[in-house]
Each structure stands twice: as structure tokens, then as C-alpha cells.
């Protein structure tokens, strides 16, 4: 059974920074792209980043680039999202994804990918 787990999530103040992380188990995820989205209370859940495993390809969401790094260690089967400069519009829960299917490509749609994690509050004070 797949299974994400997320964690790092909390309160910080505005300009300051957290690092997330997402454990995955009962697959092995190096030839997987991996994803972290968001929503905020009211809000749909919106794609901020996404790892590929060929070249640890990267791609952002332009809300987050300069601000927002993701990557992964595969010996562990984790991916990171180092999140710099927060701004209080990046309040929301932070979820991380992995698809069913492997593959290199960069999915942005929230459709690409199949399993989830709980997901992990971050609140970004003024």
C-alpha cells in the first residue's frame, strides 16, 4: 500500500522559512515525478512544484520561482520543498503527490497524479 507522509509544516512569520518533507513507503518512487501542491481555506488545490527523476528536472509554479525549491533523495525515497522569503499568501495546506504510473514528464494537473499524502498546515503570519 502507497503510502505519503508529510511533515515540516507550521507558523512562521512573513519572510521567513520552512522545509518539507514527504516520506513515501510501500513503493519505490525513484522513477517517479514527484509533486507538491496547496490550498488555502476556500481555495481550489493548486500545483507549486514538481520533480522529475531524469536529471532531477524541476518545474514551478510562478508564484513560487526564486522563492521555492523542491528536491528528492531517492535512497530514502523523500521529497523536499525548501520554502524561502514566505509571504502570508502562502498560507494554506501543503500536500505532496506521486502518480501511478511512472515517468519523467513534469505534471502540472492535479488529474497526472493518483496518490496523496494528509497533507501539512503552514501559516504565514504578517
Known amino acids: 500500500q502507497v503510502q505519503l507522509v508529510e511533515s515540516g509544516g507550521g507558523l512562521v512569520q512573513a519572510g521567513g522559512s520552512l522545509r518539507l518533507s514527504c516520506a513515501a513507503s510501500g513503493r519505490t518512487f525513484s522513477r517517479y515525478t514527484m509533486g507538491w501542491f496547496r490550498q488555502a481555506p476556500g481555495e481550489e488545490r493548486e500545483f507549486v512544484a514538481a520533480?522529475?527523476?531524469?536529471?532531477?528536472?524541476?518545474v514551478y509554479a510562478d508564484f513560487v520561482k526564486g522563492r521555492f525549491t523542491i528536491s528528492r533523495d531517492n535512497a530514502k525515497n523523500t521529497v523536499y520543498l525548501q520554502m524561502n522569503s514566505l509571504k502570508p499568501e502562502d498560507t494554506a495546506v501543503y500536500y505532496c503527490a506521486a502518480p501511478k504510473n511512472p515517468s519523467p514528464r513534469l505534471w502540472r494537473s492535479i488529474d497526472e497524479y493518483d496518490y496523496w499524502g494528509q497533507g501539512t498546515q503552514v501559516t504565514v503570519s504578517s
Open positions: 520533480i522529475s527523476w531524469i536529471c532531477y528536472s524541476t
